[in-house]
């Protein structure tokens, strides 16, 4: 089943940047198709897109978002 692209954005299903639903749908897909580390496809995916400076950026937001500012945990 193919995802919709949103206009806005240009992620699958409308979701802006950063939220972690697209992470999840690309890594759900590879794993549907047989990958052996689906978040490692998803991770690959996000640098090619955004490069490893914006997808630091955009962890950043997330962690900031959920409140929580520790790595690694």
């Known amino acids: 089943m193919a995802t919709r692209k949103s206009k806005k954005y240009g992620t699958a299903a409308g979701t802006p ?4 639903a697209n992470f999840k749908a690309v890594a759900a897909s590879a794993a549907k198709s047989g990958a052996r580390d ?8 996000g640098r090619k897109k955004y490069t490893k400076a914006g997808m630091a950026k955009l962890a950043a937001a997330g962690r900031k ?9």
Do not use: I, Y
């Open 17 to 20: 940047p950063g939220s972690g």
């Open 65 to 73: 978002r959920k409140g929580g500012s520790s790595k690694g945990k």
């Open 38 to 45: 689906p978040d490692a496809v998803a991770a690959a995916v």
